[in-house]
């Protein structure tokens, strides 16, 4: 077993994650990760909630098993989580790929296993830009790692992709980093390379590219605070357009914000009400945005402007360890 850092937590794997950093001294706990053999999946448990696709499919079932929960990707692998967080275990279908594995078990199941840890955490990118965290909210598909990725240069650094951490201290919200990573399709790697210069990607991950850190870009290993969140609405129909940003309502935002959470258990009252209570008091710091885009990778370079010159109306300030 390897020891690797995800956050805060050590996980400890009998199969390479190469997408993390290996473990340091620190930690709040040890999470084991154990891949078994392949075999024909046999759904365990109850049911108790499900994530659809678009066309109205079950992509992933939440069940409750003895000692704890499981993930079932329809197709692709359960993961059987341990009631005390100590222990995850997948099993995969005969001919899901390593990296479909490690796409899961990092960008999905880890998040999830964090909010039953008490840990809050948004389906976000972020990027530090001038000691300040900014968040790029959305569903997959929204352009959330295109975003982050063209704002990480000249001095910014990537925090998350994908999942993001929220913390509040002393009444100040920061982002704390999952893991050092930024996966893009290789026609958003190819768009940001050609509008800021940043490295198109090497290796695959779950059908993406990876840009790997270089003297262009560059990881945040620690939180900041938030000073902006955008949440990215992109409309259909629409050829072209111009960026544009406008303020969120505080409702608009709180529902925004719940809705882009990991929640494994999505019937614990008590984690429910924590995570509302929390979300609630960051949306009330009115700091949300909607950024309305097309989809147009070809306007990369003038959304970064926009971007830009909005956060440059707020400076960053605050600090946590």
């Known amino acids: 077993m390897v020891a690797y850092q995800y956050g805060q937590t050590a996980v400890a794997s009998n199969v390479a994650l190469p997408e993390l950093p290996r473990a340091g001294s620190g930690g709040d706990r040890v999470t084991s990760f ?11 448990g109850d049911c108790f909630h499900e994530w ?57 199941v880890m998040p ?9 955490v948004l389906h976000a990118s972020a990027v530090e830009h001038n000691g300040a965290a900014v968040l ?6 929204d352009g959330k790692s295109t975003l ?14 994908d999942s993001v951490m929220i913390e509040e201290r002393d009444g100040q919200f920061f982002a704390r980093p999952t893991y050092p990573s930024l996966r893009l399709w290789p026609d958003s790697a190819r ?32 939180p900041v605070p938030i000073t902006h969140a955008y949440l990215i609405e992109t409309p259909r ?39 509302f209570a929390l979300m609630g008091r960051l949306a009330a710091r009115r700091r949300l945005y909607r950024l309305r885009v097309v989809r147009d990778l070809r306007q990369l370079s003038s959304v970064r402007d926009v971007v830009r010159a909005h956060i440059a109306d707020r400076p960053a300030s605050g600090r946590l360890e």
Do not use: N, W
């Not at 993930?71 to 099993?91: G, Q, W, Y």
């Not at 993406?208 to 003297?215: A, D, F, G």
């Not at 629409?238 to 494994?264: E, G, K, M, N, W």
């Open 52 to 108: 659809k696709t678009p066309q109205g499919g079950v992509y992933a079932s939440f069940r409750r098993v003895s000692g704890g929960y499981a993930v079932h990707f329809i197709r692709r692998a359960i993961f059987e989580v341990s009631a005390d967080l100590t222990s995850i275990r997948c099993v995969p279908s005969p001919g899901t790929s390593a990296a479909t594995i490690r796409h899961l078990f990092l960008d999905i």
């Open 237 to 275: 129909g629409l050829q072209s357009a111009p960026a544009v940003i406008s303020p969120l309502a505080r409702r608009d935002a709180l529902i925004a914000l719940i809705r882009h959470s990991f929640t494994l258990d999505v019937v614990d009252r008590r984690r429910l009400d924590d995570q």
């Open 136 to 141: 790029f909210i959305g569903a997959s598909g």
């Open 112 to 120: 999830l296993v964090l909010s039953l840890a008490g840990r809050h």
């Open 191 to 222: 768009a940001v390379s050609a509008a800021s210069g940043l490295p198109p990607g090497r290796r695959a991950f779950g059908g993406k590219r990876i840009l790997t850190e270089s003297s262009r870009l560059r990881f945040c290993d620690r």
């Open 34 to 44: 154990t891949l078994q053999p392949p075999t024909r999946l046999h759904a365990p």
């Open 148 to 161: 982050a990725s063209i704002l990480a240069e000249g001095g910014s650094r990537v925090l998350a992709d």
